[in-house]
């Protein structure tokens, strides 16, 4: 079992639409978690980190559940942009951990 | 700035062969990392340096990987005797600070196909 697990997808959705990622993460030790967003064939970027408080970023809603060892990625009113594959990424010591992603389209 | 670079962007080698791949990391980043990402993966981790000594080296596969970061700025890292299972995009991040993955920035990566 991976240590981190999303939904590959994709998903497919119309522009406007809302939608939501979720990932797990199996190690309680894991210490700061955080979403990276990744273009075809591009290198990885951070999209932003993830507090158990919870955190937006303009169209984006990004939530840390550490009793559940789950966390989730809203994405509102999305954009033709916004299609990329999503990463989820967990930090332990010194390793950096990413799942494998979830892709989405958002069609015009 | 300039960002993390890396080189080359394509390697194409033959199985048994012996590949090195260059990180060039933002000047003065003392932290860097290298991950192996293939197709339809996360990246994985490898190996994290701290200056010039890896402060974690369990990523790495097995003995014929190996990588260094001598002056504690560029980072090769070397892979003997290739596999076609060796075929991946490795990437390089640096980072100004030992830390969590937000402060890493990421290099192009370079795509190595073994034949």
């Known amino acids: 079992r991976k240590e981190v697990e999303q939904d590959p997808g994709p998903f497919n959705v119309p522009e406007g639409a809302t939608v939501a990622f979720n990932c797990t993460y199996s190690?309680?030790?894991?210490?700061?978690f955080f979403w990276y967003r990744q273009d075809c064939r591009k290198e990885p970027k951070l999209l932003m980190s993830?507090?158990?408080s919870g955190n937006e970023d303009g169209r984006f809603t990004a939530q840390l559940n550490r009793a559940s060892q789950y966390i989730s990625l809203l994405i509102r009113d999305s954009k033709l942009s916004d299609s990329a594959t999503y990463l989820c990424?967990?930090?332990?010591?010194?390793?950096?951990?990413f799942g494998a992603g979830t892709r989405l389209f958002v069609k015009a | 700035g300039a960002g993390v670079s890396q080189t080359p962007s394509n390697k194409v080698t033959e199985k048994g062969k012996y590949v090195e791949l260059r990180c060039d990391p933002i000047?003065?980043?003392?932290?860097l990392y290298w991950y192996r990402q293939s197709l339809g993966q996360g990246p994985e981790f490898l190996i994290y340096?701290?200056?010039?000594?890896?402060?974690?080296d369990s990523g790495l596969p097995n003995d014929r990987f190996f990588a260094v970061r001598p002056e504690g700025s560029v980072s090769t890292l070397k892979i003997q005797r290739t596999e076609r299972g060796d075929s991946a995009v490795y990437l390089c991040?640096?980072?100004?600070?030992?830390?969590?993955?937000?402060?890493?920035?990421f290099g192009p990566g370079t795509r190595l196909t073994v034949l």
């Open positions: 991040a640096s980072s100004p600070r030992q830390g969590g993955a937000d402060t890493q920035y």
């Open positions: 990424v967990i930090t332990r010591g010194f390793k950096t951990i």
């Open positions: 993830v507090y158990s």
């Open positions: 190690n309680s030790a894991s210490q700061s």
């Open positions: 000047s003065g980043h003392t932290a």
């Open positions: 340096f701290q200056g010039t000594g890896a402060a974690d």
